[in-house]
Structure formats: structure tokens, C-alpha cells
């Protein structure tokens, strides 16, 4: 039996978050993600918060799944950037999260759980097929 893709990929980027710095939300949020999606961890979540510069620090996470893995970063100090238009926003509360699974799961629910935890003022993803 031939397949016609391997997995999914889901990416998610939010802003404006005032819960991007909190170690004990994190770890829920992957908790809930993992039930929600149903997927099986392997392993602990390893969660590092690092940075020397503020564009960069924050809590950087991936959690290995029976089924590929899970990570993201999320941004926790004021920093000023620019979107493709030029104008000017505060990166702080941003979390950029990707989810790759070779099992199938529900984009919504995944999404949901971001929302959920995190809290975001926008959010935006895109899916995409892995072959």
C-alpha cells in the first residue's frame, strides 16, 4: 500500500500573550496538547529558557512524540519589530509553535488548546502535508 503523505505539520504563531514567561503553563499547555491531539510522549519535555540578546530569550520547548515531536519558542522581553509593511509592534507575548505528527490529529483542537493556555490577543497557522 502506497501512502500519499507522511504527516501534517501545524504551525501557529501568536501575540500578545502575558503567559509566554511562565514555566508551569507551559508544561500544562504541553500536558493538555498531547491528550487533546492524542498523541503519546516520549520522553520529558524539555523546556529551556535561554537568550543572551532580548530579540531571542525566552522559553524554547520540544517534546518528542511516539509520533514525531512538538516545540516551539516563545518570546518574553520587549523588543521591537517590523511586519512585511513596515510598521512597528512589540514582540513581546509572541509564541511561534509547530506540531508534526505522522498520525493524524485535528488542527482545531490543537489550536484551541493553544488558545486555551496562551491566551493570545491574534493568532495565525498554517497546515501543511508532509510527503
Given at each position: 500500500?502506497?501512502?500519499?503523505?507522511?504527516?501534517?505539520?501545524?504551525?501557529?504563531?501568536?501575540?500578545?500573550?502575558?503567559?509566554?514567561?511562565?514555566?508551569?503553563?507551559?508544561?500544562?499547555?504541553?500536558?493538555?496538547?498531547?491528550?487533546?491531539?492524542?498523541?503519546?510522549?516520549?520522553?520529558?519535555?524539555?523546556?529551556?529558557f535561554f537568550g543572551d540578546t532580548p530579540e531571542v530569550a525566552g522559553y524554547s520547548f520540544v517534546q518528542l512524540i511516539q509520533e514525531s515531536n512538538i516545540s516551539g519558542h516563545l518570546c518574553s522581553y520587549d523588543y521591537m519589530m517590523k511586519d512585511t509593511e513596515?510598521?512597528?509592534?512589540?514582540?513581546?507575548?509572541?509564541?511561534?509553535?509547530?506540531?508534526?505528527?505522522?498520525?493524524?490529529?485535528?488542527?482545531?483542537?490543537?489550536?484551541?488548546?493553544?488558545?486555551?493556555?496562551?491566551?493570545?490577543?491574534?493568532?495565525?497557522?498554517?497546515?501543511?502535508?508532509?510527503?
Open positions: 500500500m502506497m501512502m500519499d503523505k507522511f504527516g501534517k505539520e501545524l504551525t501557529v504563531d501568536f501575540k500578545g500573550s502575558e503567559f509566554v514567561d511562565k514555566e508551569q503553563v507551559i508544561r500544562d499547555f504541553m500536558d493538555d496538547l498531547c491528550k487533546t491531539i492524542e498523541m503519546t510522549k516520549y520522553g520529558d519535555l524539555q523546556l529551556m513596515g510598521n512597528e509592534y512589540n514582540n513581546k507575548g509572541a509564541g511561534y509553535i509547530n506540531i508534526f505528527s505522522c498520525k493524524e490529529f485535528s488542527t482545531d483542537l490543537a489550536i484551541e488548546c493553544v488558545q486555551r493556555h496562551f491566551k493570545p490577543f491574534s493568532l495565525v497557522y498554517n497546515c501543511y502535508d508532509r510527503i
